[in-house]
Each structure stands twice: as C-alpha cells, then as structure tokens.
C-alpha cells in the first residue's frame, strides 16, 4: 500500500471514530517527514466568530506550534453510512492554508476509493 493511501487510511479511522450524529465526519492528518504531526477533526462546536465550524484542516494545524511547518496534509471524510466519501477541502480551507500555513500539498479521498491533491506551494506564486 503507498504512503499516500495508508495516511489517508489513518485519517479515515479518525473520522470514523467521531460521533455518527455529526453531520460531516472529517478528518486530517498533517505529517512532516516520516512523523505524524497532528491530527484534526471537524467540529460543529466550536464554531468562529463569523458562524463558520472548525473545519478538520484547520483543527490539524495548531497555529502556535505548527504553522511555520512545511508537511503535508491528508483528509477523509465519512460518511454517515460509513462509506468515504470525497474530502476535498473547501475554499476558505484552502485559502486559510496557503497564506496562514506553510503545507506542501494536501491530499484528500475520493468515492471511488482513489485519492486527489492539491499543490499548495504552486498557489502561493
Ligand atoms: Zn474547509
């Protein structure tokens, strides 16, 4: 199994493992080098001032500790018949990372059981 699929595999079981009340179920996994980072899941709690929920790439990514470090991020999302459903982050995810991070590249699930990215370093020109 490649790097990328058992990362992905990993963040799958994090979401997994959230409350099958939620809405979304999303998870992100951030690693640098061979290490894992951190782990994030979404939250319908804690919420921003603006209405917006925490979102798994966002919880991933402490901005005091993690911020200046440049990994790489994998996201799942579950859905709540248990299947993985596509997990591409939003547009305020990823806007969020490519000025407020220094993440590589995010890797997200896709339904068919293959995975997508996303270059961030390119989006930073
Ligand atoms: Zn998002």
Redesign the pocket.
């Known amino acids: 199994m490649c790097r990328v699929t058992r990362r992905l595999d990993l963040a799958t079981k994090i979401a997994a493992s959230a409350p099958i009340t939620k809405q979304y179920r999303l998870a992100a996994v951030f690693y640098k080098g061979g290490a894992l980072q951190s782990i994030g899941q979404n939250s319908e709690e804690a919420a921003f001032a603006n209405g917006y929920t925490l979102?798994a790439?966002r919880a991933a990514i402490d901005p005091w500790t993690l911020k200046e470090t440049a990994g790489l991020l994998y996201v799942s999302r579950v859905r709540s018949r248990g299947d993985v459903s596509l997990s591409k982050?939003?547009q305020?995810?990823v806007d969020w990372l490519v000025t407020e991070t220094k993440v590589k590249r995010v890797f997200y699930t896709m339904p068919n059981g293959g995975h997508g990215s996303i270059d961030l370093n390119s989006l930073r020109k």
């Open positions: 979102h790439e982050p939003c305020a995810c």
